[in-house]
T-cell receptor, first 112, second 116 residues
Framework: AQKITQTQPGMFVQEKEAVTLDCTYDTSDQSYGLFWYKQPSSGEMIFLIYQGSYDEQNATEGRYSLNFQKARKSANLVISASQLGDSAMYFCAMRGDDKIIFGKGTRLHILP | GAVVSQHPSRVICKSGTSVKIECRSLDFQATTMFWYRQFPKKSLMLMAT?????????EQGVEKDKFLINHASLTLSTLTVTSAHPEDSSFYIC????????????FGPGTRLTVL
């Protein structure tokens, strides 16, 4: 069965430090996509980064990078040089054959 | 754990017809449900927020008359795409927030709508 696990319900990080948000997944699909979304208190979901299962290189988007380790089935999000505006809920998601699964999320608090 | 289901998982319809998508929280009461649309470029757009027993709050740019949302009970919200057109083809995802105030959000598996 498909599953996404985010083991960190909450994290506190000092501003300007790098942050790693954990995400592991389980799937029997050969082709799948992994996403990270940021959710502020408003409820909107802000797309951050995408990694295809066949992509050989780790995805990067500005301060965001995805540490994709296929053999370990992990897709950790790394935020470099954290900012106060990064405080939010972060969801890891996996999309397979017409089905998308979200993790429970990690609430990130950036401390000044 | 909390489970949110969506029905149908996939629907194909002709242009001009209406399609109803159900979102159910199976083992908890959800005071708030969210409807999202996932676009091909991976972005997930919040369409509306619905609270049980009250009218949905639509995001800017979302047509209220086209995307009808009804949150009839604490476990069911429906999204009806009226007079569907090919540009409405997308992946629609709902999520539900528990009544217990923890602000945890649980997502459904999504519904793929294809309008011919």
């Amino acid at each position: 069965a498909q599953k996404i696990t985010q083991t960190q319900p909450g994290m506190f990080v000092q501003e300007k430090e790098a942050v790693t948000l954990d995400c592991t997944y389980d799937t029997s699909d050969q082709s799948y996509g992994l996403f990270w979304y940021k959710q502020p208190s408003s409820g909107e979901m802000i797309f951050l980064i995408y990694q295809g299962s066949y992509d050989e290189q780790n995805a990067t988007e500005g301060r965001y990078s995805l540490n994709f380790q296929k053999a370990r089935k992990s897709a950790n999000l790394v935020i470099s040089a954290s900012q106060l505006g990064d405080s939010a809920m972060y969801f890891c998601a996996m999309r397979g054959d017409d089905k998308i699964i979200f993790g429970k999320g990690t609430r990130l608090h950036i401390l000044p | 754990g909390a489970v949110v289901s969506q029905h149908p998982s996939r629907v194909i319809c002709k242009s001009g017809t209406s399609v109803k998508i159900e979102c159910r929280s199976l083992d908890f009461q959800a005071t708030t449900m969210f409807w999202y649309r996932q676009f091909p470029k991976k972005s997930l757009m919040l369409m509306a927020t619905s609270n049980e027993g009250s009218k949905a709050t639509y995001e800017q740019g979302v047509e209220k008359d086209k995307f009808l949302i009804n949150h009839a009970s604490l476990t069911l919200s429906t999204l009806t795409v009226t007079s569907a057109h090919p540009e409405d083809s997308s992946f629609y995802i709902c999520s539900a927030r528990m009544r217990d105030g923890k602000n945890e959000q649980f997502f459904g598996p999504g519904t793929r709508l294809t309008v011919l």
